[in-house]
């Protein structure tokens, strides 16, 4: 089945700087991959996501690169404010059910 | 419904006892997906639906564990004579048709003591 790796497992970033959080997956099958953001306590909520004819993808701040040669795929999020303080998690799937990575906590700092 | 809606929210169990979490999907998702949580974990794959059909259970952990979708809508999985290790976060999610966007609702916490 799918794998998929996520780093860093923390992050800790200055208001206004830039994080980026990287993922590796295995399936060669894989052809969808979003990106959660979960508060503390609340549901995972999708913010990005990028289906594998696409190599690059940006909505404001925030920004999804794949690339299937390597099957990476990653996220940026540029100019960050204390309120994208959350655990992101990166997933995997080829049509139906998703794997998901193991978690960045990203902390931004004011 | 506005979102994938789950109860009870929160649940405390004592070992031993039979547990059923429900989920109330997005009206008109076809897929339905069940998903455990632990702290601090990603969430792992239970058990996924399309309509009433249970199209892969390959990662409930044990055959205590049970799900079922029998008018293709409203789902429940059952924990029997649930354990320690059976405490984290339940999250039920829905999708349009397999491949759409995801969404998840906001979880059901059980506590086994």
């Known amino acids: 089945g799918e794998n998929v790796e996520q780093h860093p497992s923390t992050l800790s970033v200055q208001e206004g700087d830039s994080a980026v959080i990287k993922c590796t997956y295995s399936?060669?099958?894989?052809?969808?991959f979003p990106w959660y953001k979960q508060e503390l306590g609340k549901r995972p909520q999708l913010i990005i996501d990028?289906?594998?004819?696409?190599g690059e993808k940006k909505d404001q701040r925030i920004a999804v690169t794949l690339n299937k040669t390597a099957k990476h795929f990653s996220l940026h999020i540029t100019e960050t404010q204390p309120e994208d303080s959350a655990v992101y998690f990166c997933?995997?799937?080829?049509?139906?059910?998703?794997?998901f990575g193991s978690g960045t906590r990203l902390q931004v700092q004011p | 419904g506005a979102g994938v809606s789950q109860s009870p929210r929160y649940k405390v169990a004592k070992r031993g006892q039979d547990v059923a979490l429900r989920c109330d999907p997005i009206?008109?998702?076809?897929?339905l997906f069940w998903y455990q949580q632990a702290l601090g974990q990603g969430p792992e794959f239970l058990t996924y639906?399309?309509?009433?059909?249970?199209?892969?259970k390959s990662g409930l952990p044990s055959d205590r564990f049970f799900a079922e979708r029998p008018e293709g809508s409203v789902s429940t999985l059952k924990i029997q004579r649930t354990q320690q290790e059976d405490s984290a976060v339940y999250l039920c999610?829905?999708?349009?048709?397999?491949?759409?966007?995801?969404?998840f609702g906001e979880g059901s916490w059980l506590t086994v003591v």
């Open positions: 999610a829905s999708s349009l048709a397999a491949g759409n966007t995801i969404y």
């Open positions: 009206s008109g998702h076809v897929s």
């Open positions: 990028i289906r594998s004819n696409v």
């Open positions: 639906f399309q309509n009433e059909a249970q199209l892969d």
């Open positions: 399936d060669s099958a894989s052809n969808y």
């Open positions: 997933a995997a799937s080829g049509g139906r059910a998703l794997t």
